[in-house]
C-alpha cells in the first residue's frame, strides 16, 4: 500500500512540475515584446515547434531568439545545433565562425554619407577598417551582434533604410518600442478598415432587422 501511495505521490509531484514548467514557458510577454517576436518569427518563416525548441534550448530566448534564426537560416543548420555552444558560453561571433559564416554577415550596406553613431558606431567603424585584413580578427560582441541581426529583420520586414533605424536607436529608443510602432503603422489602416467593416455590416443588419418589424413574415418559431 505504501509503495503504491509512493507511486501515485511521484506521479503527482511529475505533472505538476511539468505543469508549472508549461505554464512558465507561455507566460505572456509585454504588448510591445509580443509584437518583436510576432515579426521575429514571422520573418524567418519559423514554425511554433522551432519557437518552443529556442524557448526550451537558449538560456535567453526572448533576447536571442532572432540571433538564433538567423545563424540558423544563414548557416542552413538546425536551430537546436547552437544550443550546447551557446550553453557553454561561447559567443554568437564564435557560433557564426564556427558555422563557418564570416563577421560581415551580420552587416547591411550603408550609404557613405550616413553618420553611424551608437550602438552602431565602434562596431561599423572596426569593421569597415579591418574587413579586408584577414590577421586582424574583427571583434562583435553580443550585443552588437543582437543590434546588428534586428536591423537587417526590421529594416527588411518594414521595408525602411538601414540609416532610419540606426537614427532611430541613436536617440537610446529600444527595438521592442521600434518594431510595435512600426508593425502598428504597416498594419494598423488595415486593421482600422477591418473594425470599420464589421461596424458597417453590424449596422446595416440592426437596419434591416428593423425593417422587417411588424410586416408579418409568417408564424414564428415556437
Given at each position: 500500500?505504501y509503495?503504491?501511495?509512493?507511486?501515485?505521490?511521484?506521479?503527482?509531484?511529475?505533472?505538476?512540475?511539468?505543469?508549472?514548467?508549461k505554464?512558465?514557458?507561455?507566460?505572456?510577454l509585454?504588448?510591445?515584446?509580443?509584437?518583436?517576436?510576432?515579426?521575429?518569427?514571422e520573418?524567418?518563416?519559423?514554425?511554433?515547434?522551432?519557437?518552443?525548441?529556442?524557448?526550451?534550448g537558449?538560456?535567453?530566448?526572448?533576447?536571442?531568439?532572432?540571433?538564433?534564426?538567423?545563424?540558423?537560416?544563414?548557416?542552413?543548420v538546425?536551430?537546436?545545433?547552437l544550443?550546447?555552444?551557446?550553453?557553454?558560453?561561447?559567443?554568437?561571433?564564435?557560433?557564426?565562425?564556427?558555422?563557418?559564416?564570416?563577421?560581415?554577415?551580420?552587416?547591411?550596406?550603408?550609404?557613405?554619407?550616413?553618420?553611424?553613431?551608437?550602438?552602431?558606431?565602434?562596431?561599423y567603424?572596426?569593421?569597415?577598417?579591418?574587413?579586408?585584413?584577414?590577421k586582424?580578427?574583427?571583434?562583435?560582441?553580443?550585443?552588437?551582434?543582437?543590434?546588428?541581426?534586428?536591423?537587417?529583420?526590421?529594416?527588411?520586414?518594414?521595408?525602411?533604410?538601414?540609416?532610419?533605424?540606426?537614427?532611430?536607436?541613436?536617440t537610446?529608443?529600444?527595438?521592442?518600442?521600434?518594431?510595435?510602432?512600426?508593425?502598428?503603422?504597416?498594419?494598423?489602416?488595415?486593421?482600422?478598415?477591418?473594425?470599420?467593416?464589421?461596424?458597417?455590416?453590424?449596422?446595416?443588419?440592426?437596419?434591416?432587422?428593423?425593417?422587417?418589424?411588424?410586416?408579418?413574415?409568417?408564424?414564428?418559431?415556437?
Amino acid at each position: 500500500m505504501y509503495k503504491k501511495l509512493s507511486v501515485s505521490v511521484f506521479l503527482v509531484t511529475i505533472i505538476g512540475l511539468f505543469t508549472f514548467a508549461k505554464a512558465a514557458a507561455q507566460f505572456p510577454l509585454p504588448p510591445d515584446a509580443e509584437i518583436m517576436k510576432k515579426v521575429t518569427t514571422e520573418f524567418f518563416k519559423a514554425s511554433p515547434d522551432v519557437i518552443i525548441k529556442v524557448e526550451k534550448g537558449l538560456p535567453m530566448p526572448d533576447t536571442d531568439l532572432h540571433v538564433a534564426l538567423f545563424l540558423a537560416q544563414q548557416a542552413n543548420v538546425s536551430v537546436d545545433m547552437l544550443f550546447p555552444w551557446r550553453k557553454a558560453g561561447q559567443s554568437w561571433l564564435d557560433i557564426a565562425i564556427r558555422l563557418g559564416l564570416p563577421p560581415g554577415v551580420f552587416f547591411v550596406e550603408v550609404p557613405a554619407n550616413v553618420k553611424v553613431g551608437p550602438p552602431y558606431g565602434k562596431a561599423y567603424g572596426h569593421y569597415k577598417k579591418h574587413k579586408k585584413d584577414k590577421k586582424i580578427k574583427i571583434v562583435l560582441s553580443d550585443g552588437e551582434v543582437r543590434d546588428l541581426v534586428h536591423l537587417k529583420v526590421a529594416s527588411v520586414y518594414f521595408d525602411l533604410p538601414p540609416a532610419e533605424i540606426i537614427k532611430m536607436r541613436g536617440t537610446g529608443k529600444p527595438f521592442k518600442e521600434i518594431y510595435a510602432g512600426e508593425y502598428k503603422k504597416k498594419h494598423g489602416k488595415k486593421e482600422e478598415k477591418e473594425k470599420k467593416n464589421k461596424e458597417k455590416k453590424g449596422k446595416g443588419w440592426k437596419e434591416e432587422k428593423e425593417k422587417g418589424k411588424g410586416k408579418g413574415h409568417g408564424k414564428g418559431v415556437e
